[in-house]
């Protein structure tokens, strides 16, 4: 079966939505403007290249190092004023079976597994073509990336794949992250780098399997053992004049010392405003200040349109909208369009790298640990228990989706915790025992009463109900069993949860007043449908035909993960992985 198709839109006889011809016809209008503009003055000496990549984030960057390496004239455009979009705001894991960082870190992982596991996890809304592609090209593209950048890699020791008990899966995990990285080597551009989602505090160095810990630093020895090998870090590389990044950070930053040695020129604020099309065949890109050729192909990986309402309101399920996720902002679709209008089929349209996420009034916080420690529940506008707290984030946005109705309101949901909780428990950026910030409270991001029936009252949730959840899930606690969600069972369900709390880590009663409440939304890491790509990530038409001269990779693609999420990294490392791909299909096609 191939992947599903882009959702129901209002479609003209030539098979395009009517926001695209519309749109379409706008772009078009100020491209023969560009054009004239172009034609009445000499062509620049560099608007010419081998390929032109359009994107700066880890696919771009990828695609652009790889092509570069293979001999090809490269140039990166990038709407942003920063490079490393998304990536460089993300914790930076990557999901890539048996590379070499994990076969050295003596993880048992075969590609037998791997094909196993990945199957299971997809079904059958991804080719099995692709699937073996991303797999077979993974590693190799792990490797060049060590070979061709000051990028290195950890192991993420612990993070469970996401569905372990899946034959192949891994329940150690095979997830890797940046090596801690020395801004300095990127000299005036580091001042141009993306800035991360959740900043690391000063002096500290801090990697994302480090997190599970700082979480339990006030209850836990390692984790206070951690904490202090954090602040060592941070001293050290004060000491040695280094400007030490880690997680988005490295790896953005990595990718882009690769492209300054390899002399790939990054243009920032040139956005794409459509794609050149000659003789049926994509020949380059125009932008505001021109056209910029590609003799050889176009590869986009422009992210995708998390920050677009049009085109959310259009392919997704409601409520949806762009104040919920945390891509970068400049992630509003335009390379996805701009493939749609060259004739391009769109997948998994309906789909994001979903997560519950608590809309604070500073920006959308995306919970990992909080749902999963002990003491907590997650509840519908009912009053009740709904899914496996401790589940992979994007299945729990899902049931939120699927159960929600009129009669038994799953959006907004809200995670109940005790004042025992956080007395114990970092959120977000809060110590145990400190007082959350008034600002959540008035924003209506977070309540706090003496009581769960007066805690019921202020989210509006049936007093009874919510009385009867809790004592239901205390009685679960007590036992270390969770008769209807089955907690704890998973080894990924126990990787943020407390192992000093029996029988189940994941389990504690709620019973110490006040009681919170914070409003969980649909969030996402930004959205994974875009553009149908094959196993050399060149972009087909619905008729499965390839449009010449034109990849996809990372957002703007539809994602070999289909409509699930394999572990931690399973956005990045299929992004790198496709970019590698396209960047050497076109090394390789004369």
């Known amino acids: 079966m191939v992947e599903s198709s882009r959702s129901a839109a209002t479609l003209t006889p ?12 706008a772009v078009a209008g100020g491209a023969l403007v560009a054009g004239a503009a172009l034609g009445s003055a000499p062509a620049r000496a560099d608007a010419e ?3 032109v990549v359009v994107g700066a984030g880890a696919a771009g960057m990828t695609a652009a190092l790889t092509a570069a390496k293979r001999g090809l004239r490269t140039v990166v455009l990038e709407k942003a004023p920063t490079f490393g979009g998304s990536a460089a705001r993300s914790g930076a894991g990557i999901w890539i079976p048996c590379n070499e960082v994990v076969l050295a870190a003596g993880v048992p992982d075969t590609p037998a597994k791997a094909a196993a596991y990945l199957a299971r996890v997809v079904g059958d809304t991804v080719p099995v073509e692709r699937q073996r592609a ?3 090209a993974g590693p190799a593209m792990i490797s060049f990336v060590m070979r061709n950048s000051p990028l290195r890699f950890r192991f993420m020791e612990g993070y469970s794949d996401y569905y372990p008990e899946f034959p192949g899966g891994m329940p150690n995990g095979r997830s890797i992250e940046p090596a801690q990285l020395d801004g300095n080597l990127l000299g005036a551009e580091l001042a141009h780098l993306n800035g991360s989602y959740m900043p690391t505090p000063a002096g500290l160095v801090v990697y994302s399997a480090d997190y599970k810990w700082l979480t ?3 209850v836990n020895p390692k984790g206070l053992a951690v904490s202090a090998a954090c602040l060592a870090r941070g001293t050290e590389a004060a000491l040695r004049g280094e400007q030490p990044l880690t997680m988005g950070q490295a790896l953005a930053g990595g990718l882009r010392a690769g492209l300054l040695a390899a002399g790939v020129p990054v243009l920032l604020n040139t956005p794409l405003l459509d794609l050149i099309i000659e003789s049926g065949r994509v020949t380059g890109v125009r932008t505001p200040g021109g056209a910029v050729r590609a003799r050889r192909g176009v590869i986009v990986g422009s992210g995708g349109f998390e920050h677009s309402a049009a085109m959310r309101a259009e392919f997704q399920r409601q409520p949806i909208g762009t104040s919920w996720t945390i891509g970068a902002k ?8 701009a493939g749609e209008r060259a004739g391009a089929a769109l997948d998994l349209m309906d789909d994001a790298w979903w997560g519950p996420v608590i809309p604070l009034p ?11 420690l002990p003491g907590c529940v997650l509840v519908n506008g009912n009053g009740v228990r709904f899914v496996n707290e401790a589940a992979p984030y994007s299945d729990v946005v899902h049931v939120m989706y699927d159960r929600n109705t009129p009669a038994a309101p799953h959006i907004p949901a809200w995670l109940i915790v005790d004042q025992n909780y956080r007395d114990k428990y970092l959120f977000r950026d809060v110590a145990p025992l400190l007082p959350l910030p008034d600002a ?23 007093q009874a109900a919510l009385r009867g959840t809790i004592n239901r899930f205390n009685g679960f606690a007590a036992t270390g069993k969770d008769l209807d969600f089955h907690r704890g069972d998973s080894a990924y369900d ?12 994941c389990l504690a009663p709620l019973w110490l007043p006040p009681f919170y409440a914070f409003k969980i939304v649909p969030g996402d890491l930004g959205t994974k449908g875009g553009m149908r790509t094959d196993a050399r990530a060149r972009v087909l038409r619905a008729d499965g035909s390839v449009i010449p001269g034109l990849y996809a990779a990372g957002n703007a693609s539809g994602a070999v993960m289909g409509h699930s999420y394999a572990g931690s990294g399973s956005t990045l490392g299929p992004a790198m992985t496709f970019g590698y791909v396209a960047a050497n299909d076109i090394a390789d096609t004369l």
């Open 216 to 218: 339990l630093a006030a």
């Open 14 to 25: 030539a098979g395009q939505s009517r926001r695209t011809l519309l749109k379409g016809a």
């Open 362 to 372: 500073d920006q959308p916080y995306f919970c990992l640990a909080e749902r999963t």
């Open 330 to 337: 400049e992630n509003t679709g335009d390379g996805i369009e």
């Open 440 to 462: 959540w409270f008035g924003s209506g991001a977070a309540y706090q009463a003496w009581t769960i029936e007066q805690l019921a009252q202020k989210i509006g949730v049936p």
């Open 494 to 505: 126990r990787y943020y949860a407390d192992p000093l709390v029996k029988p189940n880590p």
């Open 49 to 51: 290249y081998d390929v």
């Open 134 to 136: 991303f797999l077979a």
